[in-house]
């Protein structure tokens, strides 16, 4: 698919920032990115008032653009949410054991393209793989509302997810097998078992304290 030449620049400045390759805290200027990217700093200009307005960038005339970090907090908000949501939907799937097993047949295929991503060292693709494979759980339990709702989180969780393995590359195979324990807590339909399961999973992942522990 052929895009403009803003669209262009926004796409890749966005997936930089998502996957970690511009980090938070980090001032970059239209000249630097137009240069990397070959193209002319009018659509990279398009391109980072469009990430200022979602959020993403700070912009500073003269200076450059601001990577926004990600605010303090907020990881454990977009946690509490995700696990809300997430548990919802195996509760809701608990007397269902057909949908049950249609949507365990879907994480083992998502669990083996993990697996092959990992064995890359792909960071971008495999935090967009493990957004998928949380993002299938919440749509198993057929709530259109709280689908949408987490679609919203998306790219937060992919930032934080790419962040975390960013510093410890060790992250992957841990990920990994907690996303198996998941998928067979799912296949039990034991929805306590996975809601304590994904809030341990998702704390360790973000480097999170655990519950009642003080920083």
């Not at 998502?18 to 630097?32: F, R």
């Not at 977009?78 to 949507?103: G, I, K, M, N, Y």
């Not at 960013?166 to 195979?173: E, F, I, M, S």
Request: glycine residues 8%; hydrophobic residues 45%.
């Amino acid at each position: 698919m052929l895009y403009s030449a803003a669209e262009q620049a926004y796409r890749e400045v966005k997936e930089l920032i998502l996957s970690g390759g511009l980090p938070g805290g980090e001032l970059i200027s239209e000249g630097e990115i137009a240069g990397r990217m070959g193209l002319s700093r009018t659509p990279v200009r398009e391109a980072f008032l469009r990430l200022e307005a979602e959020g993403w960038m700070r912009l500073y005339p003269k200076r450059g653009a601001l990577v926004v970090p990600v605010a303090d907090g907020e990881a454990e908000h977009v946690v509490d949410a995700r696990q809300l949501v997430e548990t919802h939907s195996v509760r809701v799937l608990a007397d269902q054991p057909h949908a049950r097993q249609l949507l365990v047949a879907r994480l083992r295929e998502n669990l083996a393209e993990q697996r092959e991503i990992a064995a890359r060292g792909d960071v971008a693709a495999f935090s967009a793989a493990d957004a998928d494979f949380h993002r299938m759980i919440v749509e198993a339990g057929e709530n259109p509302l709280l689908a949408t709702f987490y679609s919203s989180i998306r790219e937060r969780q992919c930032r934080m997810t790419a962040h975390s393995i960013t510093r410890d590359p060790g992250q992957l195979p841990r990920i990994i097998a907690d996303h198996e324990q998941l998928t067979e807590l799912v296949e039990a339909g034991d929805a306590a078992g996975f809601d304590a399961a994904v809030l341990v999973h998702m704390r360790q992942v973000h480097a999170l304290n655990p519950r009642g522990v003080a920083r």
